[in-house]
């Protein structure tokens, strides 16, 4: 015969108490995060502070800006065009990673630009395309009231990026962190 333990409430097991609350805390700031142009129409998460640019490049029909701001979740991006707008947040760096990214899609969907947080230690960062392909992108300092550095690069032709690596200052891998697709996959 099972007994309960005095008090009368259910007894949870430690590990089931912490199983589910990374799954919660995973689903609210999962990195690279879900992203979607239509992302800035939604009220979450809160964001608190200015917006800060930290990054742009291009020009004419091909320019670009990326666009920070602090939010209630850690850091939002905004990677903007003349046409499309990607909004990102909730990137658990440097709390949890060393980096964390998302791409930008043109209008007809090829994709155009990466960009992403990188902790302070991070000294580049090398992004793998999936035909192999290697791009070294160094980070931006931290702006005023950012704990994390910033990247931003253009992609070459339509490729897709496979991941994206942080190094330190002697070209050591600090942190490696795999495309996700955005179907959920």
């Known amino acids: 015969m099972r007994t ?11 590990w089931m108490i912490a199983l ?3 799954a919660l805390l995973t689903a609210c700031t999962a990195s690279p995060p879900e992203s979607s142009p239509n992302a800035r129409r939604t009220e979450f998460p809160r964001r608190v502070g200015e917006p800060v640019g930290v ?3 291009g020009r004419g029909d091909n320019a670009w800006t990326v666009v920070a701001q602090k939010s209630e979740l850690g850091t939002c991006l905004e990677l903007r065009d003349d046409a499309t707008e990607t909004v990102s947040c909730g990137f658990e760096v440097p ?4 980096v964390g990214f998302v791409t930008h899609d043109r209008k007809d969907g090829s994709t155009w630009v ?6 302070r230690d ?15 992108v160094d980070p931006v300092a931290p702006p005023d009231g950012f704990r ?11 490729a897709k990026v496979a991941a994206v690596v942080a ?8 942190e490696r962190r795999s495309a996700v697709s955005r179907s959920g996959g």
């Open 4 to 14: 309960r333990p005095s008090g009368g409430g259910c007894s949870h097991k430690p």
């Open 20 to 22: 589910v609350t990374a």
């Open 55 to 57: 990054a742009e490049g």
């Open 95 to 98: 709390r949890n990673h060393d």
């Open 114 to 119: 990466v960009a992403g947080v990188a902790a």
């Open 122 to 136: 991070v000294a580049g960062i090398d992004v793998q395309l999936a035909g192999g392909e290697r791009m070294r």
């Open 148 to 158: 994390t550095a910033f990247f931003a690069a253009p992609l070459p032709g339509s």
């Open 167 to 174: 190094v330190d200052g002697e070209g050591r891998r600090l």
